[in-house]
């Protein structure tokens, strides 16, 4: 039942509504409206409804889900069923909205065929490649719209037989088919921005997935709610489809100990605490990417997490599960008020196999800044240059990071959790192994610069030796100039030496091919080649859209 009225239509997740009650409603509606006054309203709300908030809350365009990518297959009926039935019902085509337009696409960035997820979310670790409630969604897409990227994944994943939800629908339009074996589109780009999510996926070589170093981030304003996690700038690197570095922890209950203080916590992720303390539990504890650039040597977005260390959640239903975990939102725990005043993360994917994270972080009084990276296999830490090591024999190759900035820190490491996985709560079939969890604890202050530079290293090859001199750094062809003294203006030039890609972020003008360019001030600006030209395009910040006040519960 509808708890009152405006209930559903500004609530921002509400998602088992969506998932089955809507659906059902819409059904009964249409099978008694004919006969039945209350039906009949029923149909009519339906309809108004979806056509406000639909497909995926009415400010998603993106064509993934805001909640995640393990529980975008809870939706899967509910989105491919309704505009069917509404298009049957009224002749306009529902597909035409822009989350449909953009889900092909967005199907195959943010998971990939043969690899793991993006990784957001709840239930996002598993499975290990693409499951058939979302293969099926594409098979639907590339039936009724003939989408590229939807045609293409079918054909790499191969799985859509194997969902029965949709079965019936497969066999009543056994009629529309798509080519088999059609390859990834020419002008597939390198990197996808997904504007209203707050996520950015950057793909080295999607078509070879053997050989795809895969780059995702999250900054969002949906903020932390329902099944999202505390993860606001986070990253996830996978290479040859397993995690190189991710999020951590194990989706056995919705808010249990090891949920609210070892998954959904801030600091299960690849981004930040501030003296201990992470993001809070709310939509209030939101992100945003304000820029994304990107060519075919290098994808870029910058994420801006200013806002997301709040304070505690304020939200009913966790202040109840915090109760029941006897669990309290206190600075112990990692929960609290921050004097944090600036963190904003820039991410980039050199093409192919270097990534760099350049860190921008200013607070009110000084804080201990803790720098957090997460591995399924141990860390080897030299803890002289500040540099990790890890090595994955399963897929042979090994990954080096190597943290600098102007401050000293100190780099622990564990594979114990804050709290474990209750064994009672174990699935049957799966295995749940302890994973290791760096934080590089940098020395008191009020503003910090970290530029972080991580190398892959496939086995039977070399790794790009690096080499510093001041703030210059050279990796294989990649020069990097990055201003680590907070008393400067932030700063960073990388400049490719052999094909000359170049990305500046700041406010000095820039030669390029001979040329002069006048740029604006703070602004991000990239020469790479795109849409097969070699152009340069220049960016300041970009607002999201506003998500709404989530009512109060």
Known sequence: TIQRSGYEEGHIF???????????????GLMFADTNETAKEMLEYCY???????????????????????????????LWYVPDLLSYLTGTD??????????????????????????????????ATPPRQRVALADYIARETSDPYAIWYCNENKNATDDFDMRLYRIGKSNKTYVVNQPLPADAPKAVWFKDLGEMVAHSNLPQHQENLFLSFRSSPFGSGSHTLSDQ??????????PVYRSTGYYLHFSDAHNLMSYRHTRAHNTLLIDGIGQP????????????LGGQHISYCLGDASNAYSGISEYPMWIENFRNAKIGQSAENGFGETP???????????????????DELEAEKPVCWEWLLHSPVEFRVDEKENKLTTTYPEKKFSSVAQLFSHSSCSITQTNEFVVAPDPKKFRKGRTYPNQWHMTASFEKSS??????????????????QLMRDGNDFRVGDWEITAELDTAKQADILIRNVENGALFSFGNQNLQIEGRSYQR???????????????????MQDREPQPTGATPEM
């Open 14 to 28: 509400n998602n088992h509504y969506w998932q089955r009650v809507y659906r059902e409603m819409l059904q009964i």
């Open 48 to 78: 108004e409804l979806w056509t406000a908030r639909a497909p995926a809350s009415g400010f998603n365009r993106d064509g993934e889900w805001q909640n995640g990518h393990g529980y975008f297959n809870a939706n899967v009926k509910t």
């Open 94 to 127: 529902f597909l035409q909205h822009p989350f449909y337009k953009n889900l092909g696409k967005a199907l195959v960035y943010a998971w990939p065929p043969s690899s793991m997820s993006a990784g957001f979310g709840d239930g996002n670790e598993v499975p």
């Open 233 to 242: 700038n986070s990253f996830n690197l996978h290479f040859r489809g397993i």
């Open 281 to 292: 539990f709310s939509t209030k504890g939101y992100g945003k990417v304000v820029r994304m």
């Open 340 to 358: 944090l005043k600036k963190y904003r993360r820039h991410l980039f994917l050199l093409h192919p196999d270097i990534v760099v994270v350049y």
């Open 447 to 464: 503003a910090n610069r970290i530029l972080t530079i991580i190398r892959i290293q496939p086995d039977g090859t070399t790794v790009p």
């Open 520 to 538: 604006e001030q703070g602004s991000s600006l990239l020469y790479d080649e795109m849409d097969g030209q070699w152009t340069v395009r220049e």
